[in-house]
């Protein structure tokens, strides 16, 4: 059964430094990709999707994900983290011909230091 | 437009009783989703509808839950005989649903916590 991992459940960095969150789904047939963020007492929101095509692909608030098949990987990056960037973020795939349901991964929870 | 509302947002009860969790979807959407957030784990799938109908049931944990939606709008949630292990964050999420399918951008609602004393 597919399973979706993230590495670290907790990140810190410092205001200004790079943002990298890992991911790393498990089935050979590459799925469909996507990161959610969950601000403090706010729901689920989109940060990006990854269904075809360029295999980097750009969000909101300045995030970016790479999708790498070899690695079976989908981190995400931001080159400089900004305060309000606090939050949890999940990654999640659905798998192609479902009926959608999303896979989350555990989550991993960004601190971010002034 | 107005998103995905769950209501109620908070909800205390004890052990052995009902409950109902109430989602109201996004206008148009057809899809809809709950998932359960219990803490320290990640989010899982509990039910899926596509109009009215719900064609997999595999993901409630057990006989004790059951969903329903009316009018390709309103779902609600039901878990009988609550447990303590019940205790989460109950999401409901909807899209579109249309030709993407399951790339579909799932919007989701703030969430209802529910604990079971």
């Known amino acids: 059964a597919q399973s979706v991992t993230q590495l670290g459940s907790h990140v810190s960095v410092s205001e200004g430094a790079l943002v990298l969150l890992r991911c790393n789904y498990s089935?050979?047939?590459?799925?469909?990709l996507f990161w959610y963020v969950q601000y403090p007492n706010q729901g689920l929101q989109l940060l990006l999707k990854y269904t075809t095509g360029a295999t980097l692909v750009k969000g909101i608030n300045g995030f970016e994900a790479e999708f790498k098949k070899s690695e079976t990987s989908f981190h995400l990056t931001k080159p400089s983290a900004h305060m309000s960037d606090a939050a949890e973020y999940f990654c999640?795939?659905?798998?192609?011909?479902?009926?959608?349901?999303?896979?989350f991964g555990k989550g991993t929870k960004l601190s971010v230091k002034p | 437009g107005a998103g995905v509302s769950q209501s109620p947002s908070n909800k205390v009860t004890e052990k052995g009783k009902d409950v109902e969790l109430r989602c109201d979807p996004i206008s148009g959407h057809t899809a809809l989703y709950w998932y359960r957030q219990r803490l320290g784990q990640g989010l899982e799938f509990l039910i899926y509808?596509?109009?009215?109908?719900?064609?997999?049931k595999s993901g409630l944990p057990s006989d004790r839950f059951s969903a329903e939606r009316t009018g390709e709008s309103v779902s609600t949630l039901t878990i009988q005989r609550t447990q303590q292990e019940d205790s989460a964050v109950y999401l409901c999420a909807s899209s579109l649903m249309g030709v993407a399918g399951p790339t579909d951008t799932q919007y989701f609602g703030p969430g209802t916590r529910l604990t079971v004393l």
């Open positions: 509808f596509q109009g009215n109908s719900a064609p997999d």
């Open positions: 999640a795939v659905t798998e192609r011909g479902s009926q959608g349901n999303l896979i």
């Open positions: 089935s050979s047939v590459p799925p469909y």
